[in-house]
């Protein structure tokens, strides 16, 4: 959802091969440039979704936007980061 000039994200439940082609394809979604805040309730993430999520906020960097990445249960991401 939108709020403001921050694109707001909620990711919920356990990320997996399974749900990245979901993932991406939301992400994808999003305006190039923006900042986006990712709300994230994952309770695990496995290698194909963590570089999935990292190969987006690189490239949604790239393109001048910046990534908020809070996590609500476990550090999941940014211990691996």
Known sequence: ???GDIQHVVIDGSLTFA????????LSRL???SV???????DFMDHAAYEA???WESNHLRTGGEV????????WYQSAT
């Open 36 to 42: 986006v805040r990712l709300e994230m309730h994952s």
């Open 1 to 3: 959802t939108d709020r």
């Open 53 to 55: 999520l990292h190969s």
């Open 31 to 33: 305006q190039p440039g």
């Open 68 to 75: 908020i990445i809070d996590e609500l249960h476990q550090d």
């Open 19 to 26: 749900t990245v082609p979901k993932l991406t394809r939301e």
